[in-house]
């Protein structure tokens, strides 16, 4: 064939489900945009109109109405560009996932999604049905005939059509069928949730698919904490024939991030115009990226004004202090201080002019001030190291401090319980009752913070105590989100060594020298999370193994026997011990705040892992354990 050159572009968006002005206004950029940069075909992502996350939302007739109306607005603002557009499209009872093709301010037509992703944090199959390959009908919308199904397209000679994100990851992929009709060029739309060194994966099945299917891809993710706990991390990627082209910097603060390339289509040409792409990703990085955005992100679209945290000096609390540090960081690096401000919605032109006038290096400080408000929460069984530990982290980020004692409440709580029943309590007998009520107590004075400050409350569980259920009900568990409960402790200690040292996080000193406590009980017993518990590395071990791996008690205990972890008896006691506190502990689970997905998989009953609250707790086979 003749050659044939044309630029295409991929636009990440950041999308908010049901907000069709946001939304619109996102789409509308991008288009302005191409049309700028005189693009032939822009996609954008999976079902970007609505937004992905509307869930049951999806299955009400009203809302592919509603997005109907929406694509006929915005098919006006596409003179003479095509453009990609994502939304849901009711046929009778049944909603599909669709891709739109606009033409010059005309529909060629719907491509429907053919795989549904249901596993892990995706239920697509809950709203959607999937189109059987190589079926193309008709439907009528508002007095129009429309063409959806298995479709190819052509532009300028080039003929092209899709995979819809979950499509690409089947072996028997819409590509397969697409290679002997002819296809030059694939379009993916896609909304592929954030998942630690998930973008090396993606970026293979990219660049692998455009050499064996010897074609152009392209490929456009959503962007940003689109409904509350996934996180896209708005990957564009541009590859022809097994060579990457174009590819972005992921996890942006922008609403709109996109990549372009004049791509040639010929039978003789050769890529000049190529990239190098240099993984593995550097996990830490990619943490801190997803976490600073997602909470930002959180925080303007939930209207809030900033943050508030029980700040104990231990590692939790301290990975989300500095998870705010890095979001004003980042933020203002990325947009400018000005940009940052308008999009976080929270400043005057008075404040706007005092942060202005500052030197530029004190500008994130200011901001971290403004946004972030912490509590130490002493009581007689706390240390000065982790007072010590808070204090310096707090100041050396910016953010306002607080220190107040809990034990007159604490005292006042024992004492109407001392009279009700007419004895004294003690550690011999009520150990886990005195610890619980301390760290109750701490929730009203810090949730009084966030209510006055109307700020959302950082819940501080991670993934770790969650699966044993290490943590007080309506105590330390309080909080409007709870950014680290998707990741496990040893993750955590390693990742606050690397902040101190590779983001200069030098506050960070005090709480990288201790021993993980709750110090719930008397100094002089000498409480650590791990004697109560097990070594995090083995508890994490256990926790993968049995609801990642999905493996029995015994088949756990063989494995980590078989990799000399600890002796017989001692791996028996641990996994009995996880298991049964496990089984125990789900209600907690149920209960705790909504949390991040940052991990390939977590402990969320409400997007990952579901698990009955009554069970019988394994008994027959931690039994059969340890007989």
Known sequence: MK???????????????????????????????????????????????????CEDMFLSPWLAEAAFEKLLQLKDWCENITVAVGLPVMLGQEVFNTACIIKNREIAGFTAKQFLANDGVHYETRWFRPWPADVVQEFEMLGKRYRIGDLIYEEQGVKYAFEICEDAWRPNRPAERHLPKGVQLILNPSASHFALSKTDVRYRLVVDASKKYRCAYLYANLLGNEAGRMIYDGEVLIAQHGKLIRRNELLSFKNIDMEWAEVSFSDTSELTDTIEYLPPIDENKELIAALSLALFDYMRKSRSRGFVLSLSGGADSSLCAVAVAEMVRRGVQELGLQLFAQKAQLFSAADMAALAALPAAEVPQALVSRLLTCAYQGSVNSSDDTLTSARELALSIGAKFY?????????????????????????????????????????????????????????????????????????????????????????????????????????????????????????????????????????????????????????????????????????????????????????????????????????????????????????????????
């Not at 489900?17 to 822009?42: F, V």
């Not at 610890?435 to 700020?455: F, S, Y």
């Not at 000193?509 to 097990?534: C, G, H």
Request: charged share 25%.
């Open 3 to 53: 050659e044939i050159k044309l630029r295409l572009a991929a636009a990440a968006l950041n999308q908010t489900p049901l907000d069709w002005e946001g939304n619109l206004q996102n789409i509308k950029e991008a288009i302005t945009e191409a049309i700028a940069n005189k693009i032939d075909l822009l996609l954008l992502p999976e079902l970007c109109i609505t937004g992905y996350g």
């Open 403 to 627: 220190n107040w004692t809990i034990d007159e409440e604490v005292r006042g709580y024992i004492a109407k319980i001392e009279t009700a029943l007419e004895r004294p309590l003690t550690w011999e007998q009520d150990d886990l009752t005195l610890q619980n009520i301390q760290a109750r107590v701490r929730a009203p004075g810090i949730w009084m913070l966030a209510n006055i400050n109307n700020a959302l409350l950082l819940a501080t569980s991670n993934r770790s105590e969650a699966a044993v259920g290490y943590a007080t009900m309506d105590g330390d568990t309080a909080g409007s989100i709870s950014p680290v409960a998707g990741i496990d402790k040893a993750f955590i200690r390693q990742f606050l060594l690397w902040a101190e040292k590779e983001l200069g996080y030098t506050g960070l000193r005090y709480v990288n020298s201790l021993q993980p406590t709750a110090e719930l009980r008397p100094s002089q017993q000498k409480q650590t999370d791990e004697k109560d518990l097990m070594p995090y590395e083995v508890l994490n071990q256990i926790e993968r193994l049995a609801f990642y791996e999905r493996r029995s008690p015994q088949q756990v205990y063989l494995t980590l026997l078989e990799q000399q972890v600890a002796t017989a008896e001692e791996l028996k006691g641990w996994i009995t011990k996880f298991y049964s506190l496990w089984s125990r502990n789900q209600w907690k689970r149920e209960r705790y705040a909504a949390s991040f997905h940052l991990d390939d998989y977590n402990l969320d009953p409400r997007s990952w892992l579901r698990f009955p609250i009554l069970s019988g707790g394994f008994g027959e086979e931690l039994r059969k354990l340890n007989v």
